[in-house]
């Protein structure tokens, strides 16, 4: 990408409002649901399958394994967190239990009456857990792809942020060049692509309420492993049956966390890619969608 195109990126971060007449600039469609307006897409007509994002990167992140599935004949649903992408910026705590809210709403609207394979990657791991822990019944199988929600080291910028005020100030002025940056800095096998991830990325962030969202979610999910590691172990205790895959060169969500997650769901399917970072599901899209159709038609490891 040419220096002018990545600073008009970065200088229409947050400049303009999510209005009904922006949003039909955009593929995909939009719910009314009591938690807030979601933005989402749904293809297929066979078993459902639902794909949960993660911090800061909408659902453009799961292209790769969305067209695996609906071409491989799966009812396949991806949508945007509350505060990510298209949809609406509540006023609110971003907590595990409201992104669970929105998943269960969701898919009682989008899905009723129907189990369905659930997916999360990174913070999407602490929200599907959230889920997990209330409604294990509605879930075939549990895939969770680099997960957030162990305990870990957090980098200097995210114990900063946690302050009042300065949290604010940080993400004011430097958090929208910050996560633009962050979001592709794993690429690692498809450097090529790098200018549409930016692009894509930067959809997102354009809109008013995106750094509030972040960094509420930066504060009330990923630095409370006080809730989302007690998530994790009710889900192990509801008996949900879990797949995990997790990256050796993972810097967002460092590989080491796996042990913890190990000790949760000690009879779980772990598979680890070596040298991989935190965004192998779009890096590495034909090896991530191996595994997960093995892993959904029962095969054994």
């Not at 039909?24 to 307006?37: A, Q, V």
Request: proline share 4%.
């Amino acid at each position: 990408m040419d220096k002018k195109r990545y600073s008009e990126l970065i200088g229409n971060i947050e400049k303009f409002e999510l209005t009904q007449s922006e949003k039909k600039k955009y593929s995909g469609s939009f719910i009314k649901l009591p938690c807030g307006e979601t933005h989402y897409e749904l293809k297929g007509n066979k078993e459902a399958v639902v794909l949960v994002h993660g911090y800061a990167t909408p659902y453009f992140i799961y292209d790769k394994i969305f067209a695996f599935l609906v071409e491989k004949g799966y009812k396949v649903l991806r949508y945007d967190l509350l505060g990510r992408g298209l949809s609406e910026r509540v006023k609110a705590d971003y907590t595990p239990d409201l992104f669970a809210r929105q998943l269960k709403e969701l898919t009682d609207a989008l899905l009723p009456g129907e189990k369905f394979f659930l997916f999360g990657t990174s913070m999407g791991g602490a929200v599907v857990t959230a889920f997990a822990a209330k409604y294990p019944e509605k879930i075939k199988k549990l895939f969770l792809l680099a997960p957030a929600g162990m305990e870990y080291k957090a980098p200097f910028y995210m114990k900063m942020a946690q302050k009042p005020f300065l949290g604010e100030i940080m993400f004011k002025t430097l958090g929208g060049k910050l996560l633009l940056n962050g979001s592709c800095s794993e690429l690692l096998f498809s450097k090529d692509e790098t200018d549409y991830y930016l692009e894509k990325f930067a959809e997102g962030a354009r809109y008013k309420g995106f750094l509030a969202a972040t960094l509420s979610s930066l504060r009330n999910t990923l630095m409370r492993p006080d809730i989302t590691v007690s998530n994790y172990i009710k889900t192990a205790k509801n008996g949900v049956s879990v797949c995990t895959i997790w990256g050796t060169a993972d810097k967002t969500m460092p590989y080491y966390q796996s042990k913890q997650l190990l000790s949760i769901f000690p009879d779980m399917h772990f598979y680890t890619f070596n040298n991989s970072g935190h965004i192998f599901l779009f890096d590495e899209g034909e090896r991530t969608c191996k595994i997960i159709f093995k892993e959904m038609n029962g095969a054994e490891k």
